[in-house]
């Protein structure tokens, strides 16, 4: 079976534009979450969908938002980006919402806001 | 609020000799996992150990265990026999039974392993 999945591998923005950022969960998993990971420190928890309804939301500012489509596949957005943005965003999914449902980890997506 | 500490930002070990790993957490909470995770150089992350924090017994995982002290809040990490291939990042992280379905994770210790 696939693992997680996200795209694109390597993203270069500069300040003031958008971004997207998309996750595919593996099979048959309905949760799917966001973490932001900036070198050097350990990711830092962003959202939690779980069957397409926001379930938990970090310490980060309304630029960022997300959704979960009917397939459990996951966008996450940030506008307005600045030079704290630059970082690694990882989707994590698991089979469902439980803490005792293990969560994998996708490749991340590495975001350079310049 | 919850916390997770790692105060070794980098080790190195020995091929085949044992490496041990800190890590301490504060909360009030009572029911809680603790996990350690394994980021390899450009590769994604992995599970390596689990622990509930219900469970007096420590977990182990072929070459890794935990010595897990509640009364303490430490979670170390004990890689026995270590390989080329335990050179990573590795993070020790902290998750509420319930509430927010969320990791904490701390800052990492990056091992290298010495052939």
């Known amino acids: 079976d696939a693992g997680v999945t996200q795209s694109p591998t390597h993203l270069i923005k500069t300040r003031g534009q958008h971004v997207t950022l998309r996750c595919s969960p593996i099979s048959g998993h309905k949760s799917v979450s966001w973490y932001q990971q900036v070198l050097g420190q350990g990711p830092q928890f962003i959202f939690q969908y779980y069957e397409k309804e926001e379930r938990g939301r970090g310490n980060f500012p309304d630029r960022f938002s997300a959704r979960q489509f009917p397939n459990y596949s996951s966008e996450l957005n940030v506008n307005a980006l600045l030079l704290g943005d630059s970082a690694l965003y990882l989707c994590?999914?698991?089979?469902?919402?439980?803490?005792?449902?293990?969560?994998?980890f996708g490749p991340g997506t590495r975001l350079t806001v310049l | 609020a919850q916390t997770v500490t790692q105060s070794q930002p980098e080790m190195s070990v020995q091929e085949a000799e044992t490496v041990t790993l800190s890590c301490t957490y504060d909360t009030s909470e009572n029911n809680y996992y603790l996990f350690w995770y394994k980021q390899p150089p450009s590769r994604q992350m992995i599970l390596v150990i689990r622990?509930?924090?219900?469970?007096?017994q420590n977990a182990t995982e072929n070459r890794f265990s935990v010595n897990f002290q509640k009364a303490a809040k430490s979670f170390s990490l004990k890689i026995s026999d270590s390989q080329l291939g335990d050179t990573a990042m590795y993070f020790c992280?902290?998750?509420?039974?319930?509430?927010?379905?969320?990791?904490?994770f701390g800052t990492g210790t990056r091992l290298k392993v010495l052939a």
């Open positions: 994590a999914s698991s089979l469902g919402q439980s803490s005792y449902n293990e969560q994998f």
């Open positions: 992280a902290f998750m509420l039974v319930s509430g927010t379905y969320k990791y904490i």
């Open positions: 622990q509930e924090a219900y469970k007096q």
